[in-house]
């Protein structure tokens, strides 16, 4: 099957206008990168790392210095206008459109460059204004709505022309929790829809791109230093999961040793004799049963039960040697 | 999707069109910024004829040269800086990756401005019409329109190639639309006849379509107009031809040619570039 986007040594140089006035910045270093159709896909890198600049060259407004992009098959450099019939692409921070206009003269507006019918793109802008809370908003002016509500129409702007692939350029930055929910729980939804569309998400969000994304490409510097599923990734670290039990009326602990996929084990009494505290390293993710199993099949009580995984936070500091803010 | 690149085209273009021409009823101001004070100056000129006792058609002049103003306002606030401002707000990269024309994004822009200035330019001539007594005598009612297309579309032509050049000046293109006001009302003869700054200038001046378009209208609407001509209007309009086509095809050259730069080097769309 064709991917939906495939990038093959892909590098962007950025010269100075006057060689006095700058440093060359390579933005990408020959990058390679396939996305198949129905992917969410993440980009997670620090600012400056190239994330940008990759959904600059697939929307078709930035040329590579040298290597290819492929949009749906399409030549990004050379088959411009295929490859824009079938993209979108949305920003964070954005504040596109014109503020004396209503939300849905805006939304209209941008839907008639890419040749809606007004009827279907009203259509459209009606369902997607109800899936964002943003109905009893569609007559305000532009430059009254709030930071989230702005955002919230730019995220609409970019899926009311139902494009096969989006680009989403750290679409909740800057938005308060609900918004950015809002956000993420939308595009996981459209996603789902319908298994041609693509999503290339970029974001410096860990648990964005964790909560979302089915792979993952970790940037820095313009090179891709990883790129794979979020679990995947996490293995990387070579961190195992840890999982930490309260038990109440646990007398005898003789028997954890021997649940398989277990890395290591330790028990501490609580102060008042009360409780215990369990910690488990986990090698193999199935144990967990095992162990809860064998703490109640002993007659004890669990008071708490809380596992621990490493994050990709973990794993970018394990790639890149820092972290990522 | 669409039908065919035309109908996508005509959408582009209106969906452009649109908050220019839905701009002026959200912002009643417009008449008192756009039609009230020009009169000012129109009254300044009228004025100062009506002490020189000239002849009655030169009141004529400044009431029309002073509608006309709005439209070299419109292309150098509104035209030539708007893709620079587009830039700034962040969409000129959501114009340039969608899938349409950019002349059709630029036309919709002329064709808004061109029907807001259109509506500012009629209130200030009936104003002034009534303001200082007058007259007019139109012979031709289709030459005069066919005058003022022609100038229109040569006009926003040349609003449309200066769109580009101007981005790629960047935040210097306000001081060259400063630069263009002034030394331009004077060159155009917006409130005198061009003939008056002699042949060879009156032509240099003919690069700016009001120029002639002007000359055409006065010799059309005033009796006397002919007198005071620069050119016959049939060669007034073959030349406004002339520049339609010119300004139309480097138009197009122009914005092609910022948009080859702005993708090769990022000056467009990344905002530290």
């Not at chain 1, 206008?17 to 896909?41: H, N, P």
């Not at chain 2, 155009?188 to 002699?198: A, D, E, N, Q, S």
Request: proline share 3%; hydrophobic share 45%.
């Amino acid at each position: 099957m064709q991917h939906a986007v495939e990038i093959q040594s892909l590098t962007r140089v950025f010269r100075p206008k006057k060689k006095k006035e700058g440093k060359v910045v390579t933005a990408l270093d020959s990058v390679d990168l396939r996305i198949d159709r129905g992917e969410l896909f993440g980009v997670l890198g620090p600012n400056g790392a190239g994330k940008t600049t990759i959904l600059k060259i697939l929307s078709t407004l930035l040329l590579p210095t040298s290597g290819k992009a492929y949009v749906a098959g399409f030549d990004v450099a050379k088959d411009l206008l295929e490859v824009r019939k079938r993209i979108n692409m949305v920003s964070g921070g954005e504040i596109s459109g014109y503020g004396l206009l209503t939300v849905r003269e805006n939304l209209w507006m941008f839907s008639q460059f890419y040749g809606l019918k007004s009827k279907e793109a009203h259509r459209r802008i009606d369902v997607l204004l109800d899936k964002f809370g943003l109905r009893d908003k569609d007559k305000e002016k532009v430059r009254t709505l709030s930071t989230g509500q702005r955002q919230k129409m730019n995220v609409i702007r970019g899926f009311v022309t139902n494009p096969e692939i989006i680009f989403l350029d750290e679409p909740t930055l800057g938005l308060d929790v609900n918004a950015a929910r809002t956000v993420r729980e939308f595009v996981v939804d459209w996603i789902r829809e319908d298994r041609n569309r693509t999503v290339l998400l970029t974001t410096h969000y860990m648990m964005e791109a964790d909560e979302l994304c089915d792979r993952i490409a970790i940037i820095d510097d313009g090179k891709i230093l990883a790129c794979d599923t979020p679990d995947n990734l996490k293995k990387l670290v070579g961190m195992n999961s840890t999982l930490t039990l309260s038990v109440g009326g646990l007398n005898d602990i003789s028997d954890f040793d021997s649940i398989p996929g277990i890395g290591n084990f330790s028990s501490t009494m609580d102060a008042g004799g009360n409780a215990t505290t369990l910690r488990f390293i986990l090698e193999d993710e199935s144990s967990v049963s095992d162990i809860v199993s064998t703490v109640l099949g002993k007659g004890s009580k669990i008071l708490s039960l809380q596992k621990t995984e490493p994050t990709l936070e973990d794993v970018f500091i394990k790639l890149v040697g820092r972290g990522l803010e | 999707m669409s039908e065919g690149p035309l109908k996508s085209n005509l959408r582009a273009i209106r969906g452009r069109a649109y908050p220019r021409l839905i701009g002026s009823t959200r912002e009643p101001s417009w008449f008192f910024f756009d039609v009230v004070l020009p009169l000012f100056t129109i009254a300044g000129y009228a004025y100062v004829y009506r002490f020189l006792e000239a002849d009655a058609e030169f009141i004529g002049y400044v009431v029309l040269g002073g509608a006309m103003t709005a439209f070299w306002l419109n292309i150098l606030w509104s035209m030539a800086s708007q893709l620079y401002w587009e830039k700034e707000i962040g969409n000129l990269s959501l114009y340039l990756m969608a899938p349409t024309s950019r002349m059709a994004i630029l036309a919709g822009m002329a064709v808004g401005g061109l029907v807001e200035t259109t509506i500012q330019a009629a209130a200030t001539v009936v104003v002034g019409v009534i303001a200082f007594d007058v007259i007019f005598s139109l012979g031709s009612p289709v030459t005069l329109i066919i005058v003022f297309a022609v100038t229109m579309i040569a006009l926003y032509g040349m609003g449309m190639m200066f769109a580009s050049l101007y981005l790629l000046l960047g935040r210097e293109a306000y001081h060259l639309s400063s630069l263009m006001m002034e030394p331009i009302y004077f060159a155009t003869g917006f409130y005198f006849p061009v003939r008056c700054l002699g042949f060879w200038a009156a032509a240099g001046a003919s690069i700016i379509p009001v120029t002639l378009g002007l000359d055409a209208m006065r010799q059309l609407i005033f009796p006397a107009g002919a007198d005071d001509a620069f050119l016959s209007v049939n060669t007034e309009i073959a030349v406004l031809c002339v520049l339609c086509v010119v300004f139309m095809v480097l138009a197009r050259y122009a914005l092609r040619y910022m948009e080859y730069l702005g993708k090769t080097t990022g000056r467009l769309t990344l905002r530290w570039q």
